[in-house]
């Protein structure tokens, strides 16, 4: 059988990472798994449950809940990819939504909401097979990962791409709203003490602000065909 690996993917918000991340997955017959999706079902649940008063988490309250948010990741037959569940509900939909993108950074600042996820996210990846994509993919959760790769792109190439996304589905959106949060959130993830976004000593840099998806999705292929060449090479 061939040997599996590990996969990495991390960088800002919006860069296009889990697009990536998905087709990659789904060409070389790996699981897929949106870290990010993790932090936004949390948030989702510490709104339905009144966690937040205007922009502020009761990190408390959140604290002595953990214990009651299962998150899970189903296969949907249509789409082919995996859809996100929340204590047995598929949130899919309403994890993506602007009032989510907007609560989830202080969400994602507290160190025991890591601690749980990143658990969950190792679990999910120990025996190998899998494409993970994230902030700390590559410095936290598996820095043994035999490949990882830093994505980024212009902020205001990013806030254009999630406001077509949006359009897409039929959402609302408002692009200079986009914008400012695209540019909060990076702020946050760069600042926050637990886990800061920064690319890992070892992750290749991928600028993607002026390539197709096509183009991505063909690098990426390149990089994974070396890393496995390389090993295919050691073992011989
Ligand atoms: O990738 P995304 O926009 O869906 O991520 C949502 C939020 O979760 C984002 O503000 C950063 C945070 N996040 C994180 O801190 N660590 C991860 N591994 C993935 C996401």
């Known amino acids: 059988m061939e040997k599996k690996i590990v996969i990495a993917i991390d960088g800002y918000s919006s860069c296009g990472k889990s697009t990536m991340a998905k087709d990659l997955a789904r060409a070389i017959g790996y699981i897929y798994i949106d870290s990010g999706a993790m932090y936004r079902a949390v948030t989702l649940y510490a709104l339905q449950h009144g966690l937040f008063s205007g922009g502020d988490i009761d990190a408390e309250g959140l604290r002595r809940q953990m214990g009651d948010i299962r998150i899970g990741f189903r296969l949907n037959p249509q789409s082919g990819r995996p859809d996100t569940y929340l204590n047995g509900t598929n949130v899919e939909g309403r994890i993506r939504t602007l009032e989510v993108s907007a609560h ?34 590559g410095t936290t959760v598996f820095p043994q990962a035999e490949l990882k790769v830093f994505v980024t792109a212009s902020p205001q190439i990013r806030a254009q791409r999630r406001y077509d996304e949006l359009k897409a589905k039929g959402l609302e959106a408002d692009y200079d709203d986009i914008l400012a949060n695209v540019e909060q959130r990076d702020y946050i993830d760069q600042h926050r003490a637990v886990s800061p976004l920064r690319r890992a000593d070892d992750a290749l840099l991928l600028d993607n602000s002026h390539m197709s998806i096509d183009e991505q999705k063909q690098w990426l292929l390149e990089q994974y065909a070396r890393v496995m060449d390389g090993l295919n090479t050691q073992e011989a």
């Open 104 to 137: 989830v950074s202080p969400i994602a600042t507290l160190d025991f909401v890591r601690q749980a996820l990143v658990e969950q996210q190792r679990q999910l990846g120990q025996d190998k097979g899998i494409v993970m994509d994230g902030r700390d993919i």
